[in-house]
């Protein structure tokens, strides 16, 4: 079965630290790995996303890191703000169908 | 922009009762998707399509069904509603299948049956 297995489930920072949520997948098929965001109330937005050629990607505080031989990749948020407290879901897809495989989700709450 | 729109926002069901809820996009996205969000569940994929006239199961699909009719259009069918449906329904649609493929969510339909 596929399944991408996320943690932790929640997190709580003080403001300006730097939380990390982590994922590990099984199927080595998978080629596109985003994260998405999630306020409460709303749906799931994308916010960055790697491909398996690349072992880091950044846009503004939010980084990606990504180890495809130990099929774990991690998201890295600088300078965490309140305004940063949602959910935050990692993702592997692959192959033409265009399924997204989801975590479980990690509750990010950011002290002020 | 609309982007993807889902009707209605709420919606409270008796066990039993039947109701299809709608999704629609104007961003002329050829695959669409229904995923349910339950606490400590993540989003679980019900049924997905690739393109008009086309549907396909997911993770979770019975007592769902779905169609797409129209390419804009992909509608999610609860045919005798149980307690354990309750949960936040969530469409998305995608412009294809080959990465990069972000997905754009709607806003979501909280179903409740009681």
């Known amino acids: 079965q596929q399944q991408v297995k996320q943690s932790p489930q929640s997190l709580i920072v003080q403001k300006g630290g730097i939380p990390i949520i982590n994922c590990a997948y099984e199927?080595?098929?998978?080629?596109?790995f985003p994260w998405y965001q999630q306020f409460p109330g709303k749906g799931p937005a994308l916010l960055i996303a790697?491909?398996?050629?690349?072992s880091e990607k950044k846009e503004g505080r939010f980084t990606i890191s990504f180890n495809k031989s130990a099929k774990q990749f991690s998201l890295h948020i600088m300078d965490s703000q309140p305004g940063d407290s949602a959910t935050y879901f990692c993702?592997?897809?692959?192959?033409?169908?265009?399924?997204?495989?989801f975590g479980k989700g990690t509750k990010l709450s950011v002290k002020p | 922009n609309a982007g993807v729109t889902q009707t209605p926002k709420f919606r409270v069901l008796k066990t039993g009762q039947s109701m299809t809820l709608l999704c629609a996009q104007d961003?002329?996205?050829?695959?669409m998707y229904w995923y349910r969000q339950d606490p400590g569940m993540g989003l679980r994929l019900i049924h997905y399509?690739?393109?008009?006239?086309?549907?396909a199961k997911g993770e979770v699909p019975d007592g769902y069904n779905v169609s797409r009719l129209k390419k804009q259009n992909f509608l999610l069918g609860l045919e005798s509603a149980a307690p354990s449906q309750t949960s936040v329904y969530f469409c998305?649609?995608?412009?294809?299948?080959?990465?990069?493929?972000?997905?754009?969510f709607g806003s979501g339909t909280r179903l409740t049956v009681v």
């Open positions: 199927n080595t098929a998978f080629d596109y």
């Open positions: 993702a592997a897809g692959g192959g033409s169908q265009g399924n997204l495989i």
């Open positions: 399509s690739v393109g008009e006239g086309t549907t």
């Open positions: 961003m002329n996205h050829e695959y």
């Open positions: 790697i491909r398996p050629d690349v």
């Open positions: 998305a649609s995608s412009l294809s299948g080959i990465a990069p493929y972000g997905y754009t």
